[in-house]
């Protein structure tokens, strides 16, 4: 045999090899069909095709798609050609047919599944399964037909669930029968494309779930549907007839999917690495109200009352007995008919004296809206006028909606939904205004005495805690007030922002947004509906800090204003939720830069510099500019965020100490701040100042320098941390070792580094009478002052042993110390 016949047979053996263990093509055409054993893999593996039995019923075979080595094959499919036709053996085939069409056949040539569509014969047809687990047929270089289009109970990223509103074509999910059973089931979910597009589950043909009014941001009726959907879900209308869904992630390689079970329920799987399984979230709407119409015509379902029906003011059951025995679907009816006097006169003015609306918050509007794009007060008149128009509700994003008919599907929310306006006569509102004014009343009186008291008794019990340095504790239901030398001072008015809405910014503070984790708790980034990007910084229930931390947050950072100190832009405070809303910093901290590898090689030294000067500028502001003297207690690599253009701002207030006028010192019985970042003097003794954060300073200015953490020499046979690190290159006359490499090895502003680096050494010095004040470090950064001192030992630059500290508990993490007590 030549040389040439064996090489073109060795070819043909390895493409065979490789056909047959799925690993190199993701590409079938009319020669190259698939069996059994083999299967298709997508360009970047992230999908597979080929063959696959279910655990439950492992006599039954079928082709289908499913993500590539991820958990189990029932969690992890996505499509299946022949759901209802399984294979009885393992002898099928998977192949493009003679007319064009992918086709499942039998061992007896028997065809169980076709793409079927029409193909002339002869043409190049090829199908490729894509990382988007999309299955592509094409002829001639145009796709014919897509496994997208015919989708099975999984809804993916790149996915289209679609309706055509002229053509009555739909791309719908459709549930399996059974979680063992893959075959048709009995739920479909999809868009309704009314005045105001939907999403609906049907049960066969009956209405079983539904979204409520799409508002160009989310479904109303799903008041925490960012937890479910993440980010991504679109509502797109071509303006051709046709309207579709769409899924997408800010994070591409962020596996996850939703889908429709056999019990008709949207559910959610999200890929974790670190388990290396799937997990499962129920959707939000999974509650008895969720049901379609379940209290029936003008009933109102509420998941949180015992009894989850009842009818609306102004209406009485259809029927007493059912009704009380738990059968709402007959719905209520009015107790006193709508009498309208203008049904033939469109002329007349609308008689304000003869009938109004009852306002309804936190509702899931009903079904069969009728849309305008009135405004908000047209939209009411209009309703008013309108004799058949028995509600009426306005979303900004939406618009007018009213309604003519029996009002159906009506839930209400603890948050989130729409306010309706429901018509009733006069007579009944005014019974209800007279009560509602009672009331008020009641309360206001017992808010007045309550606050009243509080405020003594917080005078009382702070009253021997005059000396500066303490913390301060906000009123929110008012203009907060703080002590400052005897005066009481107003704080400016700071915006309350609601859970909802920080909630739905941040996708229902979802693990995908969170931008960092302190002793606090978690940090998310957020989108406002005005597209606003925000930072929420969400206080956690087992958080070191406090209310008191928090409330000091507020009032020292709502009383500053530097472009080096973050933007506290408001708060929420509601149920059991503290947060702050920050300016977004879109490159985050400057950890996430400084300590990391890779990213650490984009700070240059005219950045590092930059950013060196800034944090000096912001706190020479907070020691001395600011109407506030301020001590920061927590000045830290984590808590220096960088905006788009890497300047420096200074965040987290939450142990920051508040001096009067004349004050230079003062004493503390509670130690906060971070392990590697605290002042000697804060540490043994309580004793906290301006110098206490030029130590902090200090250390970060050294590692800003080598990019390194200050606590990287933990357990460090030679060095106890950063600081010992440096001094001994100081006296070995060898400091420029101590800068990044990434700095030296550009062989400039060496000087300039030399100069930061003494200028850090002077900083963390053990007393705190031999550190220079803020001022003179800006002036031995800018080289005002030429000579600078020698610096003395710093602190910390030996082993601490046990017996010279308090009793105190360390973390060698970077996570804030709130508990501990100083002698």
């Known amino acids: 045999m030549s040389g040439s016949n064996l090489s073109l047979l060795l ?54 798609i499913w993500y590539n080595n991820r958990g189990v094959l029932e969690e992890s499919v996505i499509w299946i050609a022949n759901r209802n036709k399984p294979l009885k053996d393992d002898s099928g085939v998977f192949m493009v047919s003679d007319d064009g069409n992918l086709v499942v056949s039998d061992g007896q040539n028997q065809t169980l599944w076709s793409s079927n569509v029409r193909n002339p014969r002869g043409v190049n047809v090829s199908a490729q399964i894509l990382d988007t687990g999309n299955l592509v047929l094409k002829a001639n270089g145009n796709t014919v037909w897509e496994s997208f289009w015919e989708p099975l109970n999984v809804f993916v990223p790149m996915m289209r669930l679609s309706t055509n509103v002229r053509t009555g074509e739909k791309v ?38 539904r979204s409520g009014p799409w508002n160009g941001h989310s479904f109303t009726g799903i008041p925490n549907m960012n937890s479910f959907v993440l980010e991504g879900l679109s509502l797109v209308n071509d303006n051709q007839g046709t309207f579709y869904l769409t899924l997408a992630f800010f994070n591409s390689s962020y ?26 979230y129920d959707s939000p709407a999974e509650t008895e109200c969720a049901l379609y119409g379940k209290c029936g015509a003008f009933g109102i379902c509420n998941s949180q009352k015992p009894s989850i029906c009842s009818c609306m003011k102004g209406f009485k059951p259809n029927n007493i007995d059912e009704w009380n025995s738990g059968n709402w679907t007959n719905g209520c009816t009015r107790i006193n008919q709508l009498r309208c006097h203008r049904l033939n006169n469109t002329d007349s003015e609308p008689d304000d004296n003869e009938y109004g609306f009852l306002k309804l918050e936190r509702i899931k509007v009903p079904d069969f809206a009728e849309w305008s794009e009135h405004l908000e007060n047209e939209c009411k008149n209009r309703c008013l006028n309108n004799c058949s128009c028995i509600a009426y509700a306005f979303d900004a994003a939406i618009g007018c909606m009213s309604w003519s008919k029996d009002l159906i599907d009506i839930q209400k929310f603890s948050y989130g939904g729409l306010d309706l306006y429901i018509r009733l006569p006069r007579s009944e509102l005014d019974k209800k205004n007279i009560t509602v004014a009672i009331i008020i009343t009641v309360v206001i009186g017992t808010t007045i005495i309550i606050v009243v008291s509080l405020i003594f008794l917080l005078r009382w019990m702070n009253k021997d805690r005059d000396r500066t340095g303490r913390r301060v504790y906000v009123k929110f239901e008012e203009l907060a007030m703080f002590e400052d030398n005897g005066k009481e001072t107003k704080l400016h008015q700071l915006p309350l922002f609601k859970f909802e809405e920080l909630a739905t910014a941040t996708i229902d503070f979802n693990p995908s947004n969170k931008l960092g984790q302190g002793g606090f708790g978690p940090v998310y980034m957020g989108k406002l509906l005005d597209g606003k990007e925000i930072a929420v910084k969400r206080l956690s229930s087992v ?28 708060c929420c405070i509601e149920r059991e939720e503290k947060m702050l809303v920050y300016e977004y910093m879109p490159n985050k901290s400057l950890d996430a830069f400084l300590f990391d590898s890779t990213k650490r090689k984009l700070l240059d030294w005219k950045n590092r510099f930059n950013i060196i000067k800034g944090i000096s500028r912001g706190l020479l502001y907070l020691h001395q500019d600011s109407r506030l003297r301020i001590i920061h207690s927590d000045l830290k690599a984590s808590n220096i965020l960088l905006d788009e253009e890497m300047n420096p701002k200074i965040s987290d207030f939450g142990m920051a100490r508040i001096f009067g006028g004349n004050e230079n010192q003062a004493n503390t019985g509670r130690i906060v701040g971070t392990y590697g970042y605290m002042a000697p003097e804060y540490v043994l003794r309580g004793h906290f100042s301006e110098k ?39 006296i070995e006359d060898n400091i420029l070792a101590l800068a990044d490499t990434e700095l030296v090895s550009k062989q400039c502003c060496h000087q300039e580094i030399l100069r930061c680096i003494h200028v850090g050494l002077l900083c963390v010095q053990e007393h705190a009478n031999y550190r220079p004040s803020m001022s003179m470090v800006i002036s031995m950064l800018n080289s005002e002052i030429i000579d600078l001192l020698s610096p003395t030992q710093p602190a910390f630059t030996a082993a601490l042993h046990e017996e010279s500290l308090p009793n105190n508990k360390w973390s060698i993490n970077d996570v804030t110390i709130t508990n501990i007590e100083g002698r």
């Open 255 to 280: 596996l996850s999917y939703l889908y429709l079970d056999p019990q008709g329920i949207s559910r959610q799987r999200i890929w974790d690495d670190e388990k290396g399984n799937w997990t499962t």
């Open 172 to 209: 719908e999910l459709t549930s399996w029968k059974s979680s063992s059973d893959p075959s048709t089931g009995s739920f479909t979910s999809g868009l309704q494309p009314l005045a105001i597009p939907e999403n609906f589950v049907w049960n066969n043909t009956k209405p079983y779930w």
């Open 543 to 570: 958080s070191g800090q406090g209310f008191e931390e928090f409330a000091n947050e507020v009032l020292v950072i709502s009383e500053l204003q530097h472009r080096n100190l973050v933007r506290l832009l408001g």
């Open 11 to 64: 070819h043909l053996y390895y493409c065979l090899c490789c056909l047959s263990f799925g690993n190199a093509f993701d590409t079938i055409t009319s020669s190259t069909p698939i069996n059994d054993s083999q299967a298709l893999v997508s360009n970047n593996g992230v999908f597979r095709l080929g063959f696959f039995s279910l655990s439950s019923s492992t006599d039954h075979r079928y082709v289908g």
């Open 692 to 730: 206490s954060d030029v130590f902090s300073y200090g250390v970060l200015l050294l590692e800003i320098i080598s990019g390194r953490r200050n606590t990287s020499f933990y357990n460090n046979e030679h060095f106890f941390n950063l600081l010992g690190y440096a001094w001994k290159l100081w």
